[in-house]
């Protein structure tokens, strides 16, 4: 017997399936790839794949060093392809960097100060907290691909049309 | 239909033929045989294979009826109220509707678990898994007269995560060492950790772990699990093999995102189950259930499936009210 292959794909090894609208409109199903939007986004565009109301699912292309980030409430960060090493720090001023009550991830203008947290190093399928109130780097050697489970904030970039199929497309 | 509570429940006695109990709700009456689930109600009777029913009724025990409708078919199915739960027949089946044979009544949705439980606990014979694709060495049969139980197999708690998995003090990671080896099609996923280095006072926030490895050593299928939490946001990855033994019709728009393999989600019009749209998602592909649909998916080899819910109690009342779409994005 042969042995099982799974199919993860990556950013240079994706192929997409697609809605095939028997009665419907193609763009009801949002249907987008996450290694196709990471193939098309500048380093560090957060970029919404994913939306329930407030709460997102981003997409980044990972390559070189992002900026830092801080977020008043958890976020996830799921790697799917590459590998990202992920820097934390307890800013000394969290609720003046960022609003307690703010949603999604918000862009610092410079190295927060602070105490050091710790470093994660992520491969493909492995996921961190970036936790509440933690201000977090990411940084990736080659291209990388995370996906984040957060809520829009002002980092979050919108472009549906571009990134979602909007014709029916019987998959092969 | 009746808007009142149902509180009649009955067990009944095994038969002394098949040796399987028989079960009572309101005015629903199921009974099984070797191959077969009858189930009976005022207006009608309806017939099914037993290892669809069975694998069907194991997810709405184990989902504590989920969100939405769960449709064991085109006739036979459950409504999440939350809290109060509709069993239903013919109800979103239009042949059924037009000729005034579809019934629905309501019960206390723990009440009704309560029965389902027992159903499912003497209804499963032993080496039967109801979890188990058909394929699986260990799925075991169902058919058959009575013969013994699979308890461990039919009471699986379902995991749910507080923060993140792996947490000091949350849901266990996965390993062979306690109980959960990979599954044989995901023996190829590479079981490495993530690099954690948490400076003294942060160990219990700076935590990763291995989704893809914890996936790969699911022993159930189509049984989506908390694993990490935003507020209201739930990841609940899952891995699925063979058929979702529900046609599930959300009352809100429901996300996957495709992690490995392939799935082919055949889609329908919620109230009607007329054909709308097929759907082939492959790795990294990520799509949006509308809240007017019911979907079921296909998945010929062991794939992992995100399943990402908003679990806002509000949300059935503001897509009734048009606050919330039934379509999650417009572009
Ligand atoms: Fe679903």
Known sequence: MSEYKTVFGGLNDFTPGGVDAIDDNPKNYVFSNVFDVASRSAPYERVAVGKNLEYVIEVLRAEGQSPWYACAHDEFALCMDGEVEIHLVKPDDADVLVDPDSEGAVVLDEVPDGRKMGRIVLRRGHQALLPGGAAYRFEAGAPAVILTQTIQGPATVERWAEICQSESRPAA | ?331
């Open chain 2, 1 to 331: 239909m009746t808007e009142a509570l149902q509180t009649h429940y009955k067990i009944n006695p095994a038969s002394n033929e098949t040796g399987y109990k028989s079960y009572e709700a309101g005015s629903f009456k199921f009974t099984r045989d070797e191959y077969f689930v009858s189930i009976v109600w005022p207006k009608g009777a309806h017939t099914m294979a037993a290892d669809g029913f069975m694998r069907a009724m194991m997810r709405t025990v184990a989902w504590g009826f989920f969100y939405g409708t769960l449709s064991y078919d085109p006739v036979f199915g459950t409504t999440n109220h939350y809290g109060i739960v509709d069993m239903f027949a013919g109800t979103y089946h239009p042949v059924f509707k037009e000729n005034g044979r579809d019934h629905l009544e309501k019960f206390k949705a723990e009440d009704l678990l309560e029965l389902f439980r027992d159903l499912v606990d003497d209804w499963t014979n032993e080496g039967y898994d109801p979890f188990a694709a058909p394929g699986e060495d260990d799925a075991g049969q169902p058919w058959g007269r009575k013969n013994g139980n699979n308890a461990d197999a039919v009471t699986r708690i379902r995991v749910t995560a507080n923060r993140m998995v792996g947490l000091p003090g949350d849901a266990e990671i996965r390993t062979d060492a306690n109980g959960f080896p990979q599954n044989r099609m995901f023996a190829d996923v590479s079981s490495d950790q993530p690099l954690v280095e948490a400076e003294p006072g942060f160990e219990d926030e700076v935590a990763a772990f291995n989704l893809y490895d914890y996936l790969s050593r699911s022993d159930v299928t189509w049984n989506p699990s908390v694993c990490s939490v935003v507020k209201e946001s739930l990841f609940c990855p899952t891995s699925e093999e063979f058929i979702l033994p529900v046609e599930h019709g959300n009352d809100r728009c429901e996300w996957f995102v495709q992690l490995s393999d392939e799935i082919t989600w055949e889609v329908k019009d919620k109230n009607t189950g007329k054909p709308r749209s097929r759907i082939v998602m492959r790795a990294g592909d990520v799509a949006c259930m509308p809240a007017d649909i019911r979907h079921q998916g296909y998945s010929p080899k062991r794939s992992m499936l995100l399943v990402w819910e908003n679990a806002s109690p509000r949300i059935p009342d503001m897509i009734q009210s048009g606050e919330a779409p039934v379509v999650a994005v417009q572009f």
